[in-house]
């Protein structure tokens, strides 16, 4: 974990060895010395503000980040950070609103750095029969959500490899971001119970993704997720922001949806 009142010296070198680099990998990837690397580490010399950028870009460092980096070495932050609601973020906004309401019947959501949804498009209400009202709370949590024991945990068929899958993706974030909640929430997610079969599924080599596999009612639904980012942003919010879409992965699945689906347009 980055501790934010450190010299920005010391920050850089946490960033450059939480991405396994030395300091001569990160000094030919930025064109510098390493012996002016060495003493921007140490604080022997300043960097400039286009250097602490430059360094940031070769680290890929998350812009949330760059701006910590900023004001420990005494300049302003200049990645603003804006709510999904702000004015100026109207476009951006529209934009999520289209992508989320063009996937219905399939499901949907808007989820933040912490993987808190801050946006849905509301479809299958029949997933989540059965989960604790506390976890439907605002803000909701999608990791808490998939694999709290009161959550969708039960219901899902293939917990193992989802549950796998879900942790990996948490694990990377914070190998990327050093980010103090992501390693909390992780810490929580892992102490859930795990599954007693941790075997591979059979035919598992035939497909082409690992699926998300789910009771609903008496239906099993089995639906592929895909992850979308925006692809140039500067606002910290946007740059955090992920559109996780399901589609189906098979044709029973969406002949399923279909009477699902069908079956709400009746009942309204």
Same mark, same amino acid.
């Given at each position: 974990?980055?501790n934010?009142?450190?010299?920005?010296?010391?920050l850089?070198? *946490?960033?450059?060895?939480?991405?396994r680099? =030395?300091q001569?990998d990160? %000094?030919c990837d930025?064109?510098?010395?390493?012996? @002016?690397?060495?003493?921007?580490?140490t604080g022997r010399? @300043?960097p400039?503000?286009? $250097?602490?950028?430059?360094l =940031? !870009?070769?680290? !890929?460092v998350? +812009?949330r980040?760059?701006n910590?980096l900023?004001?420990?070495? *005494?300049?302003?932050p200049?990645?603003?950070?804006? %709510?999904?609601?702000?004015p100026?973020? /109207?476009a951006? #906004?529209?934009a999520?609103?289209?992508?989320l !309401?063009?996937?219905?019947?399939? &499901?949907a959501?808007a989820?933040d750095?912490?993987?808190n949804?801050? /946006?849905?498009?509301?479809a299958?209400?029949e997933?989540? !029969?059965g989960v604790?009202?506390?976890?439907l709370?605002? &803000?909701?949590?999608? $990791?808490?959500?998939s694999?709290h &024991?009161s959550?969708l945990?039960?219901r899902i068929v293939?917990?193992?490899?989802w #549950? /796998?899958h879900?942790?990996h993706?948490?694990? #990377?974030?914070?190998?990327?971001? /050093?980010? &103090?909640?992501?390693?909390?929430?992780?810490?929580?997610?892992? +102490?859930y119970? %795990?599954?007693a079969?941790k075997?591979p599924?059979?035919?598992?080599? @035939?497909?082409i993704?690992v699926?998300?596999?789910?009771?609903?009612?008496?239906e099993?639904? =089995?639906?592929?997720?895909?992850?979308?980012?925006f692809g140039?942003?500067v606002?910290? $919010?946007l740059?955090e922001l992920a559109?996780?879409m399901?589609f189906?992965a098979?044709?029973?699945?969406a002949a399923?949806v279909? #009477? $699902?689906t069908a079956?709400? %347009?009746r009942?309204?």
């Amino acid at each position: 974990m980055l501790n934010r009142a450190q010299p920005v010296g010391e920050l850089l070198r *946490g960033w450059r060895q939480r991405r396994r680099l =030395s300091q001569l990998d990160l %000094a030919c990837d930025a064109g510098i010395s390493t012996r @002016h690397l060495s003493f921007v580490e140490t604080g022997r010399s @300043h960097p400039s503000r286009d $250097m602490l950028l430059h360094l =940031s !870009e070769q680290l !890929e460092v998350p +812009a949330r980040e760059r701006n910590v980096l900023l004001v420990a070495a *005494g300049y302003a932050p200049i990645f603003p950070e804006r %709510a999904l609601g702000d004015p100026a973020l /109207a476009a951006a #906004r529209h934009a999520v609103d289209l992508v989320l !309401e063009r996937q219905k019947p399939y &499901p949907a959501f808007a989820l933040d750095r912490h993987w808190n949804i801050v /946006a849905s498009n509301a479809a299958l209400p029949e997933l989540y !029969e059965g989960v604790a009202a506390d976890l439907l709370q605002p &803000p909701v949590n999608a $990791m808490h959500l998939s694999l709290h &024991p009161s959550g969708l945990a039960p219901r899902i068929v293939n917990l193992p490899e989802w #549950r /796998a899958h879900l942790l990996h993706r948490l694990r #990377r974030q914070v190998e990327l971001t /050093a980010d &103090p909640v992501l390693i909390e929430l992780l810490r929580e997610v892992n +102490a859930y119970p %795990a599954p007693a079969d941790k075997s591979p599924r059979p035919g598992i080599e @035939h497909d082409i993704a690992v699926p998300f596999r789910i009771k609903a009612g008496a239906e099993v639904l =089995s639906f592929l997720s895909t992850t979308t980012v925006f692809g140039t942003p500067v606002d910290v $919010m946007l740059s955090e922001l992920a559109l996780e879409m399901f589609f189906a992965a098979d044709d029973e699945t969406a002949a399923a949806v279909q #009477r $699902m689906t069908a079956g709400i %347009a009746r009942a309204n």
